[in-house]
């Protein structure tokens, strides 16, 4: 079955820790996407990649620092510079312009 | 700059009617499209439909179409014999290449509650 994986579904995180939210894809696709959404809220996107080995900031960027070392993978570090981390954090692949294909998120609490 | 209004933050629909999920959207590109995403509670967000600018006719998936009236920069989502479980939060998006980029921006939401 082609999708999108996200691990892990619930994180909490310490005051000061650096976390990391995992975002699998075995759809072939060559963009992907991270996603911040706080409660009643729209998506805000927070980093971007078009190809393996570059990537974008998004509107929301400040706090989070991302990898694309394959094309399957795209990790997202919630760093302790990110002063209100606690949110629901989605992850979405897509062709190059094409529909986004999500994946079950992460919802990230700090203790 | 490119942006999605979404002006209806709940709505309520009597099973099996029909409902519109409002979407304008402002942008000074030629080449655009439009997507509508459901996100139950669950969370994940699942696509919906596409329209891309240059389409002449209204695109449609099932029991959802949109309502494209480029003049007016809408994109209306159409939901045909409701059902229970249509109840959720819908999306409208925006693909935005301004950047050189492919990014996407998306509206507020409007909570969609399907009564039996």
């Known amino acids: 079955d082609g999708g999108i994986t996200q691990s892990p579904k619930y994180l909490f995180r310490k005051e000061g820790q650096n976390v990391t939210l995992s975002c699998e894809q075995n759809?072939?696709?060559?963009?992907m996407y991270w996603y911040r959404q706080d409660p009643g809220q729209g998506l805000r996107l927070i980093y971007y990649?078009?190809?393996?080995?570059?990537?974008q900031k998004g509107d929301i960027a400040e706090g989070y620092s991302v990898s694309r070392e394959k094309k399957e993978s795209f990790p997202l570090t919630v760093t302790s510079a990110q002063k209100n981390p606690t949110a629901f954090y989605l992850c979405?692949?897509?062709?190059?312009?094409?529909?986004?294909?999500f994946g079950p998120g992460t919802r990230l609490t700090v203790l | 700059a490119q942006k999605i209004t979404q002006t209806q933050p709940g709505m309520f629909v009597q099973e099996k009617e029909a409902v519109t999920l409002d979407c304008t959207y402002d942008t000074s590109d030629q080449s655009y499209g439009l997507f509508w995403y459901k996100q139950p509670s669950s969370g994940e967000m699942i696509f919906l439909i596409y329209?891309?600018?240059?389409?002449?006719q209204n695109a449609t998936e099932g029991r959802y179409s949109l309502n494209f009236q480029k003049a007016r920069k809408s994109a209306n989502l159409v939901i045909s014999a409701s059902q229970l479980g249509d109840s959720a939060m819908y999306f409208c998006a925006m693909r935005d290449e301004t950047s050189g980029t492919y990014k996407y921006i998306f509206g507020t939401g409007t909570r969609l509650k399907v009564l039996a």
């Open positions: 329209q891309g600018s240059y389409d002449e």
């Open positions: 990649s078009q190809i393996v080995n570059d990537f």
């Open positions: 979405a692949s897509s062709i190059s312009g094409g529909a986004q294909y």
């Open positions: 759809l072939n696709h060559d963009a």
